[in-house]
């Protein structure tokens, strides 16, 4: 009776499944030391037949898998402790807020107001200080001193800060979104892409590629100094001074730091005035990574002001300037530079189009025409503030661009899912903004959303805007809007499109969209500006690799890239004798007091190195022979 129980049929199922159970884990455990088994009898086959050759194999997957251990196995690098500030936790509620939201309450002000633009909450302390001329070559310096100490730093010392820096955006990328958000007003989405992936894409094109960068090259040689080598050293040009904006404040900050301290050099940045709160929450993440292998914090400083601040830099000693403004402040910078030769760099921004051809992929078109004008509330040096479309799909595109463009959502990024965050600099940038649209509605464009101020908060808020039938002779196809404004163009055929792109002065980035490759890369050769992609919107700036800046309006020169890392150092040619005891002598009708015969000589040199033929190339030999044997008189 017990052995046809239920409970006597249970215990033979359970013994049957933990017998079928170690079958298979030793079935398992048979077929692993089988593998491995296998791999050990045919790594010593190998070894046995073919020693050496299959010795060097090993050797190379070993050395492989050395070199790339951080890659597979990971968190293995000491991480940064930096205090965040209360104002980015997601509890923070603020106690204060300004009663006007402006910087300062007149330009004789020594402070800066710090406030959130989305509510006009206080931030930190409430202000800053606006530094002077004696404070700010103060901080110059500092930063020369310890230039000095860095500058003899290796490159292995100079990533590991770089990679420190790396796991802390990694490991921090809510918390350095959040302070950007609450300083700026942008959504945490593009914080996302304007702060975090530039900066930690450009991090690891300059682990990788940039010590190669900055490697001594070196150069050919002529017929006449063939006894010599060539070369070009990129030394640390001393001390880099740099005057950011405040659209994306922690890439624009550490776009900066990574490329002067990894060339060598200390670097002084004059924070926009805008976003003063965040930059001492973001120069405490570089410093704490110096600090963590023993250099000195000044090798990176900022310098916190209006223009008086951003002058006195210019003027105190830094051995170059970058600048990222608008082209009346780089007319401004560069007339001061000139005062002590200082060279600079400037990126002015852009009034970037996008040609939109009647074979482009549709939908793809539709959507970065969105992220290129909105993102960041349309404050973006290279957004897309033109968009030239084929007449073919002109009014099927404006229709639908009108509905996502209406239904865009708009408020405080953090205290609801939005779209479209603040206007950073308030109610003068609005202003800005609102007569530009103005103009061009008055001018024949057509309104099709928004164009007016959102009163939807307390907070600076302009409503995202689509203006079509816009005309070359309108105001806004030629100046920066920098907000959220999408502007559309109708062309007629690649030619009257080419004329539209080029018939505005600025010259920064450009877009191409279009399935026929030849077409598009014709268009985008006749695009005059710094950068262009084809079928694609600011993915160049994510390709470190390659240098930014403009034309005509939109600056010149070039930072990112392998020229914007070379940009940052001194480029020195050198030569050398090229075999021990072989040296550049004087022939001796060349020799001081001049021989008679001294100019003829020199004819001969020329027609025997560059002449035209053998036979004058001989002429030329005997004739040198003759000179050099004569005696001078």
Same mark, same amino acid.
């Given at each position: 009776?017990?052995?046809? *129980? ?22 398992? *455990? ?58 980015? /936790? ?90 950007? =958000? ?118 990176? /400083? ?212 279009? /399935? ?37 309006? =939109? ?16 480029? /020195?040619?050198?030569? =050398? ?57």
């Amino acid at each position: 009776n017990h052995a046809t *129980s239920p409970t006597h049929a249970l215990c033979r199922e359970r013994e049957r499944g933990e017998r079928a159970c170690a079958s298979v884990f030793l079935c398992s *455990s048979k077929m692993l030391g089988d593998a491995v088994s296998y791999v050990l009898r045919t790594v010593a086959l190998l070894l046995t037949r073919e020693p050496v050759l299959h010795t060097l194999i090993l050797l190379a997957v070993g050395y492989f898998l050395y070199t790339w251990r951080e890659f597979f196995i990971g968190g293995r690098r000491p991480r940064l402790n930096v205090p965040i500030p209360p104002e980015a /936790k997601a509890d923070w509620k603020p106690t204060k807020f300004v009663d006007n939201m402006t910087l300062r309450d007149s330009p004789s002000d020594k402070t800066i107001r710090l406030y959130d633009p989305c509510s006009g909450a206080v931030l930190g302390s409430g202000s800053a200080k606006a530094m002077d001329r004696d404070e700010v070559r103060a901080v110059v310096a500092a930063a020369r001193t310890a230039a000095a100490t860095w500058r003899q730093t290796s490159f292995e010392t100079r990533k590991k800060v770089l990679a420190l820096v790396q796991d802390y955006v990694v490991d921090h990328q809510e918390d350095i979104c959040r302070v950007a =958000s609450r300083d700026t007003g942008k959504t945490m989405v593009d914080g996302a892409f304007g702060e975090l992936l530039t900066t930690c894409e450009k991090i690891r094109w300059v682990l990788e590629s940039g010590e190669e960068a900055l490697a001594t090259e070196k150069r050919s040689v002529g017929p006449l100094t063939m006894h010599k080598t060539a070369r070009v050293e990129y030394h640390p040009v001393g001390v880099m001074g740099a005057i950011i904006p405040w659209n994306y404040p922690f890439h624009n900050m550490f776009g900066q730091i990574i490329s002067s301290i990894f060339a060598g050099n200390a670097i002084v940045i004059k924070v926009s005035e805008h976003s003063t709160w965040s930059a001492d929450y973001y120069v405490s993440i570089v410093h704490a990574a110096l600090r963590a292998v023993g250099q000195p914090e000044d090798v990176v /400083k900022i310098v916190t002001g209006y223009a008086e601040a951003g002058s006195a830099l210019i003027n105190s000693g830094v051995d170059k300037v970058v600048f990222i403004g608008s082209p009346g402040v780089g007319k401004l910078v560069m007339r001061a530079a000139s005062d002590t030769l200082t060279p600079v760099v400037l990126e002015l921004g852009g009034k970037d189009a996008a040609v939109v051809c009647d074979d482009c992929d549709y939908d793809q078109v539709v959507n970065l025409a969105m992220r290129g004008t909105f993102q960041n509330c349309g404050q973006n040096c290279i957004g897309l503030e033109r968009l030239v479309v084929h007449q073919a799909i002109y009014d099927r595109f404006v229709a639908d661009v009108a509905q996502r463009v209406t239904a865009l959502r708009q408020g405080s990024p953090l205290d609801g899912p939005v779209d479209c965050g603040a206007m950073t600099m308030g109610t003068a940038q609005i202003a800005g903004i609102q007569k530009l649209v103005d103009d061009a509605v008055k001018n024949g464009a057509k309104l099709l959303a928004g164009g007016k101020v959102n009163t939807c908060a307390k907070g600076s808020f302009y409503t995202p805007t689509l203006l079509a039938d816009v005309t070359p002779k309108m105001q806004i196809a030629q100046c920066e809007v920098f907000g959220p404004v999408m502007v559309v163009m109708k062309a007629r055929d690649d030619v009257h499109a080419l004329e539209l792109v080029n018939s505005c002065e600025y010259g920064l980035g450009s877009s191409v969209f279009s /399935k026929d490759y030849k077409r598009a890369e014709k268009i985008a050769a006749g695009i005059h500006a710094g950068m262009c992609n084809v079928n694609d919107f600011g993915v160049n700036y994510l390709c470190q690799s390659l240098p930014f800046g403009g034309v005509k309006t =939109s600056g010149f020169d070039r930072f990112a890239g392998i020229e914007g890392l070379r940009g940052c150092c001194v480029p /020195k040619a050198v030569t =050398s004798d090229r075999f021990p005891g072989v040296r550049t002598t004087i022939p001796p009708p060349l020799q001081y007091p001049l021989a008679a015969s001294a100019f003829n000589f020199c004819e001969a040199l020329v027609q025997m190195v560059y002449g035209d033929g053998l036979w004058p190339r001989v002429q030329a030999v005997f004739r040198l022979v003759k000179f050099s044997l004569q005696k001078k008189q």
